[in-house]
């Protein structure tokens, strides 16, 4: 057992899984010699090579691309954008060509497409950007985002592991923040998974990535007033863990939807649909949504905590919700 | 009429030219097989043309070796054909019978096949191929195979940022690879002069430091044996290479397109140059084909497309339930996913992977967590045989003769 920070997490599950797999490459912006933006990929190069550490030019189609066509010879690629804000140079590869291989002419792609995600740490709005839907409305992906140290590292592996391509975001605000122990040796976690953070009684409180945290901080504030949320952990969010979902909304009989993307086609709208799909007699009140703002992330600290949700915002809506 | 006999007699056996002739033959004869069937509202979507571009897909294609990767474009049905695809996979995937490679998933030539043929995909976005057949050259290095991987793209598809992204990493990381640029004049209705300002397409490999050839794309001996040189380079290591085969797209973008745009001379003038045709002359005149051998390769041209029309026309069309299913990759028992090492893989693994800086600069590594003036500088180059050397291969290097093009250049609006 050893106490490690999120980003450590990132950087052993790509050093065990290349110790033990030499199909397993990294490829992506100064990944090698400076060990990647945030130090993710820092010795690697030293211990695997240029062969298995592969710096490239700044062209995200072409990373994508050549990570794809390494996958058709049986490796197992990691692309690293060096901000995920710039996956969506490559959008066009990563949704026409990657996604649909398998189900159009049975060619699987196993890889992993990882990157730095999200607010909260001044970025900007380039540096800043939750992206996930753009890719959770292509069929053919996985999406995994991760809120803890040990399931970063874990679900890392099970993504690398995986025959198909995954998306991998890495919420930027919890690489050094966060502290978990974890144990040693070799472990995963399932994708498609969801996980019950806090078990509660009143009503069901649905988020991932860094928002996990400020929804359990919210949770601890409505005990103080009686209020027992439950807080599930999506970590996955294609393909979405349904049974997780509907089972703790069945018992709960309300949903509060919290992420850190904005509003408009976030999966918070997703899981409304699907909650009238499937759970509609069983709801007690409206779905309600604690997102981001409709507008893109803003640099001015005033402003971005203005954009983001807060653990204030999150308490406020559930505690309307569980007027109902 | 240029004479493409004198140059390239006796470099070819007469085998590879009959080769070269027959599937050249067979190329046109599956497109015209599938134009009739169009006429009968038997292909569902659209259908694509290479009409006079036959002898740059079977040409280059015939460069190949079987363990070698290809990604045909739209109309690189002869490539297909030369690397084995039997005609019905072609018939069946236009026609979105359930018997087709995808199942009636895509249509045209969008199938690949990873296992034994080594052809990946294309999809409908020009460029996207040039990256992923770059990682496919770059992986087979990796694992020690030899391979060189090729592709297709047109003038169009020349101008796609994807095109230079693909190209410039192929060239930074010297990857065994070799791209088809098919100048075949037009881009749907807009000419290449409006396209691209330049004379001459090949130039864009300079941008990238790579090898690049000129061919007369209708001469099929020229492009292969220029493919088989490229094809060579690439996998001795001299990094990608670009051929530039000027042709001619005779009919429209696709059968709905009439192609009024394309002025009568220019037409005219590829017309009389057809691929086919100055294939054949040459070998009746040089008698390596008789009218004998002529007549029993037809025949068995003929009674080839008959059965594998029959067998397209006759198969079902995939039954609604099997839309479901397949989106992912559900493990083992879907695709083994093995690698196939062809070197030592203690190679690939620690110690024997880690790398030793190969330099110490003077003057480097002033930061603080630095070791000063010692600090080791790594070299990136990702051969190690390559390391040190200065690759003569980036010289650009074109064949001498230019093809006459001049009344076909007077083609723009």
């Given at each position: 057992?050893?106490?490690?920070?999120?980003?450590?997490?990132?950087?052993?599950?790509?050093?065990?899984?290349?110790?033990?797999?030499?199909?397993?490459?990294?490829?992506?912006?100064?990944?090698?010699?400076?060990?990647?933006?945030?130090?993710?990929?820092?010795?690697?190069?030293?211990?695997?090579?240029?062969?298995?550490?592969?710096?490239?030019?700044?062209?995200?189609?072409?990373?994508?691309?050549?990570?794809?066509?390494?996958?058709?010879?049986?490796?197992?690629?990691?692309?690293?954008?060096?901000?995920?804000?710039?996956?969506?140079?490559?959008?066009?590869?990563?949704?026409?060509?990657?996604?649909?291989?398998?189900?159009?002419?049975?060619?699987?792609?196993?890889?992993?497409?990882?990157?730095?995600?999200?607010?909260?740490?001044?970025?900007?709005?380039?540096?800043?950007?939750?992206?996930?839907?753009?890719?959770?409305?292509?069929?053919?992906?996985?999406?995994?985002?991760?809120?803890?140290?040990?399931?970063a590292k874990g679900l890392l592996k099970a993504s690398i592991r995986d025959n198909n391509p995954v998306l991998f975001f890495e919420h930027k605000f919890l690489y050094r923040r966060l502290k978990e122990e974890i144990p040693a040796g070799d472990y995963t976690v399932p994708l498609g998974k969801a996980v019950v953070r806090r078990a509660g009684r009143h009503l069901t409180i649905l988020s991932y990535a860094a928002m996990m945290h400020t929804s359990l901080e919210a949770a601890e504030a409505l005990a103080k007033e009686g209020i027992d949320a439950e807080v599930i952990d999506l970590r996955t969010l294609l393909p979405l863990d349904e049974e997780t979902i509907l089972q703790s909304v069945k018992k709960t009989n309300k949903c509060l939807v919290v992420h850190e993307d904005t509003k408009t086609g976030g999966i918070a709208g997703e899981i409304t649909a699907l909650l009238c799909e499937k759970a509609f007699l069983e709801l007690d009140g409206p779905v309600l949504r604690v997102t981001s703002l409709d507008t893109p992330v803003p640099y001015a600290p005033t402003l971005e905590a203005a954009f983001l949700p807060s653990a204030r915002k999150v308490f406020a809506a559930a505690k309307e919700l569980a007027r109902y | 009429m240029p004479a493409i006999e004198s140059r390239r007699k006796g470099k070819l056996t007469r085998q590879q030219y009959l080769?070269?002739?027959?599937?050249?033959?067979?190329?046109?004869?599956?497109?015209?097989?599938?134009?009739?069937?169009?006429?009968?509202?038997?292909?569902?979507?659209?259908?694509?043309?290479?009409?006079?571009?036959?002898?740059?897909?079977?040409?280059?294609?015939?460069?190949?070796?079987?363990?070698?990767?290809?990604?045909?474009?739209?109309?690189?049905?002869?490539?297909?054909?030369?690397?084995?695809?039997?005609?019905?996979?072609?018939?069946?995937?236009?026609?979105?019978?359930?018997?087709?490679?995808?199942?009636?998933?895509?249509?045209?030539?969008?199938?690949?096949?990873?296992?034994?043929?080594?052809?990946?995909?294309?999809?409908?976005?020009?460029?996207?191929?040039?990256?992923?057949?770059?990682?496919?050259?770059?992986?087979?290095?990796?694992?020690?195979?030899?391979?060189?991987?090729?592709?297709?793209?047109?003038?169009?598809?020349?101008?796609?940022?994807?095109?230079?992204?693909?190209?410039?990493?192929?060239?930074?990381?010297?990857?065994?690879?070799?791209?088809?640029?098919?100048?075949?004049?037009?881009?749907?209705?807009?000419?290449?002069?409006?396209?691209?300002?330049?004379?001459?397409?090949?130039?864009?490999?300079?941008?990238?430091?790579?090898?690049?050839?000129?061919?007369?794309?209708?001469?099929?001996?020229?492009?292969?044996?220029?493919?088989?040189?490229?094809?060579?380079?690439?996998?001795?290591?001299?990094?990608?290479?670009?051929?530039?085969?000027?042709?001619?797209?005779?009919?429209?973008?696709?059968?709905?397109?009439?192609?009024?745009?394309?002025?009568?001379?220019?037409?005219?003038?590829?017309?009389?140059?057809?691929?086919?045709?100055?294939?054949?002359?040459?070998?009746?005149?040089?008698?390596?084909?008789?009218?004998?051998?002529?007549?029993?390769?037809?025949?068995?041209?003929?009674?080839?497309?008959?059965?594998?029309?029959?067998?397209?026309?006759?198969?079902?069309?995939?039954?609604?339930?099997?839309?479901?299913?397949?989106?992912?990759?559900?493990?083992?028992?879907?695709?083994?996913?093995?690698?196939?090492?062809?070197?030592?893989?203690?190679?690939?693994?620690?110690?024997?992977?880690?790398?030793?800086?190969?330099?110490?600069?003077?003057?480097?590594?002033?930061?603080?967590?630095?070791?000063?003036?010692?600090?080791?500088?790594?070299?990136?180059?990702?051969?190690?045989?390559?390391?040190?050397?200065?690759?003569?291969?980036?010289?650009?290097?074109?064949?001498?003769?230019?093809?006459?093009?001049?009344?076909?250049?007077?083609?723009?609006?």
């Amino acid at each position: 057992m050893a106490v490690i920070t999120f980003l450590e997490a990132i950087k052993q599950a790509m050093f065990e899984e290349m110790a033990a797999d030499p199909s397993v490459v990294l490829i992506g912006e100064d990944v090698g010699v400076y060990g990647g933006a945030f130090k993710t990929s820092e010795g690697l190069l030293e211990k695997f090579g240029w062969e298995r550490v592969i710096d490239t030019p700044i062209s995200e189609s072409a990373i994508i691309g050549a990570a794809c066509g390494m996958s058709y010879l049986g490796l197992r690629p990691i692309a690293e954008m060096q901000f995920i804000d710039f996956i969506v140079c490559a959008f066009n590869q990563i949704t026409n060509f990657v996604a649909k291989g398998h189900y159009l002419w049975n060619a699987p792609a196993p890889m992993v497409i990882r990157g730095p995600s999200g607010g909260g740490v001044h970025g900007g709005p380039f540096h800043s950007a939750n992206p996930e839907m753009y890719f959770v409305h292509t069929p053919g992906l996985k999406v995994v985002y991760p809120s803890t140290p040990y399931d970063a590292k874990g679900l890392l592996k099970a993504s690398i592991r995986d025959n198909n391509p995954v998306l991998f975001f890495e919420h930027k605000f919890l690489y050094r923040r966060l502290k978990e122990e974890i144990p040693a040796g070799d472990y995963t976690v399932p994708l498609g998974k969801a996980v019950v953070r806090r078990a509660g009684r009143h009503l069901t409180i649905l988020s991932y990535a860094a928002m996990m945290h400020t929804s359990l901080e919210a949770a601890e504030a409505l005990a103080k007033e009686g209020i027992d949320a439950e807080v599930i952990d999506l970590r996955t969010l294609l393909p979405l863990d349904e049974e997780t979902i509907l089972q703790s909304v069945k018992k709960t009989n309300k949903c509060l939807v919290v992420h850190e993307d904005t509003k408009t086609g976030g999966i918070a709208g997703e899981i409304t649909a699907l909650l009238c799909e499937k759970a509609f007699l069983e709801l007690d009140g409206p779905v309600l949504r604690v997102t981001s703002l409709d507008t893109p992330v803003p640099y001015a600290p005033t402003l971005e905590a203005a954009f983001l949700p807060s653990a204030r915002k999150v308490f406020a809506a559930a505690k309307e919700l569980a007027r109902y | 009429m240029p004479a493409i006999e004198s140059r390239r007699k006796g470099k070819l056996t007469r085998q590879q030219y009959l080769d070269l002739y027959y599937y050249m033959r067979l190329n046109r004869e599956v497109e015209e097989t599938m134009t009739r069937l169009f006429r009968q509202n038997k292909i569902v979507g659209g259908l694509y043309s290479s009409l006079g571009q036959e002898a740059i897909s079977v040409g280059t294609a015939y460069a190949l070796e079987k363990r070698d990767w290809m990604a045909p474009m739209i109309r690189n049905i002869g490539a297909l054909l030369v690397k084995g695809v039997p005609p019905r996979d072609i018939f069946t995937q236009h026609m979105a019978k359930y018997t087709s490679p995808t199942k009636g998933r895509d249509g045209t030539s969008h199938f690949g096949d990873l296992e034994n043929l080594h052809i990946v995909s294309p999809i409908s976005m020009l460029g996207d191929l040039i990256p992923v057949m770059t990682g496919a050259a770059m992986g087979g290095r990796y694992l020690g195979q030899k391979i060189v991987t090729m592709t297709w793209i047109g003038d169009g598809g020349s101008s796609t940022g994807v095109f230079h992204e693909g190209l410039n990493l192929a060239a930074s990381q010297r990857a065994p690879f070799v791209l088809i640029l098919e100048n075949n004049q037009w881009a749907y209705s807009t000419p290449v002069r409006r396209q691209v300002p330049l004379e001459n397409l090949a130039d864009r490999a300079k941008a990238y430091g790579i090898a690049s050839y000129i061919v007369d794309g209708n001469d099929v001996a020229e492009v292969y044996s220029t493919a088989k040189e490229a094809v060579e380079r690439a996998r001795a290591g001299e990094g990608p290479i670009l051929i530039e085969a000027k042709t001619f797209r005779r009919h429209g973008h696709a059968q709905h397109d009439p192609a009024e745009y394309i002025p009568k001379e220019q037409r005219e003038f590829w017309e009389k140059r057809d691929p086919i045709s100055l294939c054949e002359a040459f070998l009746l005149k040089e008698k390596l084909l008789d009218a004998n051998g002529k007549k029993e390769m037809e025949a068995k041209l003929t009674s080839l497309l008959e059965k594998e029309r029959e067998f397209a026309e006759n198969s079902p069309m995939p039954p609604e339930e099997t839309v479901h299913g397949g989106i992912y990759c559900s493990g083992d028992e879907c695709h083994k996913i093995r690698a196939k090492w062809e070197r030592p893989i203690a190679e690939m693994m620690p110690p024997k992977s880690s790398v030793e800086p190969v330099w110490t600069v003077e003057g480097f590594g002033q930061g603080k967590r630095s070791a000063g003036k010692n600090s080791p500088i790594h070299f990136g180059d990702v051969q190690t045989e390559h390391k040190t050397q200065q690759p003569k291969g980036r010289a650009v290097k074109k064949s001498e003769k230019k093809p006459a093009m001049k009344s076909a250049k007077k083609g723009g609006r």
